[in-house]
């Protein structure tokens, strides 16, 4: 297992910050919270402190992990197939939505190495539109298009 995580996530696993926010990510929803509920009862929030840490740490964590599974269970079967690929994955525009443009998981597990998944004209990718920006600040480097024969083997 960590033969493939250092395969797709080298990079991050070499990353002395990203493995320490991945090593404490739950001890840090302690102080957000705090931070939180403090904001939510000095603004006089609906709800108060109580109500927006509810809505800001576990709802929106649900919802996450929820899309999340969403994509790798939905999209093996429902939509449509660019291209074929040894499996079941497809394009989904309703997954897609929900997820800013995971979706288009043919496309995905066709070329897993572009950080964009909407290759075609439609596939709208608000995943990779933020990575461009974050690419054009300077915060993301080596963005991996999608190659130019990717197209030639659509529906092939």
């Known amino acids: 297992v960590l033969k493939e995580k250092h395969r797709y996530a080298g990079d991050l696993l070499n990353d002395r910050f990203y493995v320490w926010l991945d090593r404490w990510f739950l001890v840090l929803q302690i102080p957000l919270g705090l931070a ?18 509810l809505w800001a740490i576990p709802l929106r964590l649900a919802v996450v992990y929820h899309v999340t599974w969403l994509v790798n269970s939905a ?7 660019n291209f074929n690929s040894p499996d079941l994955s497809r394009n989904c525009w309703w997954v897609a939505v929900l997820s800013f443009g995971e979706g288009w998981h043919n496309n995905h597990h066709f070329f897993p190495g572009s950080a964009r998944q909407g290759f075609f004209k439609g596939e709208i990718d608000l995943t990779y539109y933020a990575l461009r920006m974050l690419s054009f600040i300077g915060l993301v480097k080596d963005l991996r298009p999608v190659p130019s024969w990717v197209k030639d083997k659509a529906s092939s």
Do not use: P, Q, S
């Open 75 to 81: 999209t093996h079967a429902f939509g449509y197939r």
């Open 36 to 53: 939180l509920y403090w904001y939510g009862e000095a603004a006089g929030i609906h709800g108060g402190g109580v109500g927006l840490v």
